[in-house]
């Protein structure tokens, strides 16, 4: 699959975002052999892990963007194809959702998850969400809210639906140079405004049912946030995602209009 990534990759992975045009337009295209191989993969892999499960995921076919306007056709895939072409470095692009929280008193939240990667099971340093489902698609339109609902439901127990949360669509994640060639991610990066506290918020996690995937919660403040260089696995994106929210730089992100066709 190839993507347009004219003025889109290099420098920042965290770019800001005035509309994006979301179309589907079916499933990835693999031949038998290709299909054998994804199999035998993801059962050696299955082996290993006990947190990865099989599903319908939705990958970049295209990109393009104009002036922070962003038009994106997805298809669809199985996450055993995804997890194979990772480990191949085929360049299949996944598509995510993802989140940080601002609490009552002024904390963003990210989370620490488990993670596999180059053959190794570790905890990272990540944002609230996944990737996204065939199941995000309704009446043949993309939802990413939808995906960053169900992500989580599943993660942290949290209903975003409650009216003591806000969601705002702020940041695109692009490709960086390094990603070019190789399986990567591109997802709307959403801001959710909590009326809890940080003491509430982990009191809330705790208590909630949710899936084993989060270990807990990493709150980060003007004071401590370049605390994140000191882990010593984090999704790339993180950091320069706090050096931007905490920069006196950083840019007002203008109200985003997502739509669908």
């Not at 979301?22 to 993801?42: A, C, D, H, P, Q």
Request: charged letters at 25%; aromatic letters at 12%; one cysteine or more.
């Amino acid at each position: 699959m190839t993507v347009d990534i004219n003025n889109i990759v290099g420098g920042s992975m965290i770019k800001s975002i005035k509309s994006v045009d979301f179309r589907y337009s079916g499933r990835v295209e693999k031949n038998y052999t290709v299909e054998n191989e994804i199999l035998n993969y993801w059962n050696e892999l299955r082996k290993k892990t006990n947190f990865l499960h099989e599903s319908n995921i939705l990958t970049v076919s295209n990109m393009t963007c104009i002036n922070d306007n962003y038009s994106i056709e997805l298809k669809d895939t199985t996450f055993s194809h995804f997890m194979y072409s990772k480990k191949n470095q085929l360049g299949l692009i996944c598509m995510f959702s993802g989140a940080y929280i601002v609490t009552s008193d002024n904390y963003i939240v990210c989370v620490l998850n488990n993670y596999y990667s180059n053959e190794e099971t570790f905890q990272i340093l990540n944002l609230i969400g996944g990737i996204s489902d065939h199941c995000d698609i309704i009446n043949g339109q993309y939802s990413s809210e939808n995906c960053l609902k169900r992500e989580f439901k599943e993660e942290l127990g949290i209903d975003l639906d409650q009216t003591c949360f806000q969601t705002n669509l702020k940041f695109i994640k692009c490709p960086s140079e390094d990603e070019k060639t190789f399986t990567c991610e591109i997802g709307m990066i959403y801001e959710i405004k909590s009326l809890f506290t940080k003491d509430e918020l982990t009191k809330l996690f705790k208590s909630s049912k949710h899936d084993d995937e989060v270990t807990d919660l990493i709150f980060f403040s003007k004071k401590n946030y370049r605390n994140v260089y000191e882990f010593s696995h984090v999704k790339p994106l993180i950091p320069e995602l706090l050096e931007k929210i905490y920069s006196e730089k950083c840019i007002q992100i203008n109200k985003v209009i997502v739509k669908n066709r």
